[in-house]
């Protein structure tokens, strides 16, 4: 047997990656937008906690008098 009948008969890795979600038009779109929306919402979150990380009582939240009046007494 030569490698070209083997390699048919085994698929590989993108062949069967087409075979899931590329083969049809509305699968492949619908996998793209699903990926770019979980995608956006990692990075998102990543970005915030970095934020949040790098910037710890420099924030509003972090100020407990910032805001508030002095009482007249």
């Known amino acids: 047997m030569d490698y070209a009948t083997r390699r048919r008969g085994q ?9 899931v979600i590329m083969r049809r038009n509305s699968v492949y779109v619908t996998f793209i937008i699903a990926g770019a929306f979980l ?27 910032l805001g508030q009046r002095q009482s007249e007494e």
């Open 11 to 19: 698929g590989g890795l993108f062949e069967g990656l087409y075979r």
């Open 39 to 65: 995608g956006e919402r990692a990075v998102d979150y990543g970005v915030h906690k970095l934020w949040e990380y790098n910037n710890v009582g420099k924030r509003y939240e972090d100020i407990p008098v």
